[in-house]
């Protein structure tokens, strides 16, 4: 069974780093783009940052030179570094990706469970 698993998040102080990471398991034949989201309580889900299966990258203004995404295509996993966090960076943070799961070359859009980032201000 093809599926996303996040790992890495947690309780840490303003000003702390936290990395996540996203596992992309089962059988996989590629991996296309990729981004992390997040979800604040009361708030809509908004897109953090992506990278595409050439390695491009775009950020949320907000998070541009405090966090980087970045991607291992050999251990099928994406990874998002957070320094400098900010309490309004407390959301459940979810990965996204695009995942070639069958021959035919088609992609199909899979989000893993989430994962909770707590910044204690």
């Known amino acids: 069974q093809v599926r996303l698993v996040e790992s890495g998040g947690g309780l840490v102080q303003a000003g702390g780093s936290l990395r996540l990471s996203c596992f992309a398991s089962g059988r996989i034949f590629s991996i296309g783009a990729c981004g992390w989201y997040r979800q604040a309580p009361g708030k809509q889900r908004e897109l953090v940052a992506l990278i595409t299966d050439g390695g491009s990258t775009n950020y949320e203004d907000s998070v541009k030179g405090r966090f980087t995404i970045s991607r291992d295509n050999a251990k099928n996993t994406v990874y998002l570094q957070m320094n400098s966090l900010k309490a309004e960076d407390t959301a459940v943070y979810y990965c996204?990706?695009?995942?070639?799961?069958?021959?035919?070359?088609?992609?199909?859009?899979?989000w893993g469970q989430g994962t909770q980032v707590t910044v204690s201000s």
């Open positions: 996204n990706a695009d995942l070639q799961v069958g021959p035919s070359g088609k992609n199909v859009n899979y």
